[in-house]
């Protein structure tokens, strides 16, 4: 199976910055790779659909970018609810997996 | 907009069968895969598999012998059973919509496996 890995694990930053985060797949997965947020009790909310591809309804502020192994989120101007868990997701082969988590915290 | 609930039961004892069932609220039953998820702390969000109105399933192969996933289409449901748990199968289990993506999820049920 495809193996992602997420980095850094958490990220402490403050509103109005900039946060780049990283998820690397074992293998490529071409451009089939998703990002999602999750909040406290909440089930996570679709961002980015393959690696570049802003999902219905979510800020310009929300980018994605790479394709193989390598794949970047970013926010570019953090607003207070952006603060929470994000995972990268594969769908290139299954089994279907997700990386362990990025947690964006305030500074 | 299509919203999924979910239920089913919250607490078993090991070897039991876990059983939880989804409704869609809205949209087509049939243009998607039908899919249930779980996240742990240990094990993070952990795809189980999926299937669609034509039979077409997929799922883990780390769960694949213990789980069935099926779908009721004249009530819009989709149900998830999983034998003989233990321990390590205690987590929130999501269901959830796929096109290519995870569009749309459950609140989620936690399910606790313990004597």
């Known amino acids: 199976e495809i193996v992602l890995t997420q980095s850094p694990a958490t990220l402490s930053l403050s509103p109005g910055e900039r946060a780049t985060l990283s998820c690397r797949a074992s293998q490529s997965v071409s451009k089939f790779l998703g990002w999602y947020q999750q909040k406290p009790g909440q089930a996570p909310r679709l961002l980015i659909e393959?690696?570049?591809n802003r999902a219905p309804g979510i800020p310009a502020r929300f980018s994605g970018s790479g394709s193989g192994t390598d794949f970047t989120l970013s926010i570019s101007s953090l607003e207070p609810e952006d603060f929470a868990l994000y995972f990268c997701?594969?769908?290139?082969?299954?089994?279907?997996?997700f990386g362990q988590g990025t947690r964006l915290e305030m500074k | 907009q299509v919203q999924l609930q979910q239920w089913g039961a919250g607490l078993l004892k090991p070897s039991e069968t876990l059983s939880l069932t989804c409704a869609v609220f809205g949209g087509s039953f049939t243009d998607y895969y039908w899919s249930w998820l779980r996240q742990s702390p240990g094990k993070g969000l952990e795809w189980i598999g999926e299937?669609?109105?034509?039979?077409?399933?997929n799922f883990n192969p780390s769960l694949k012998s213990r789980v069935t996933i099926s779908l009721d289409t004249s009530k819009s449901q989709f149900s998830l059973t999983l034998n003989s748990v233990t321990a390590a199968d205690t987590a929130v289990y999501y269901c959830?919509?796929?096109?290519?993506?995870?569009?749309?999820w459950g609140q989620g049920t936690l399910v606790t496996v313990s004597t």
């Open positions: 393959d690696a570049s």
């Open positions: 959830a919509r796929r096109s290519s993506w995870y569009s749309a």
């Open positions: 299937n669609n109105h034509r039979g077409n399933a």
């Open positions: 997701q594969h769908r290139s082969s299954w089994p279907i997996t």
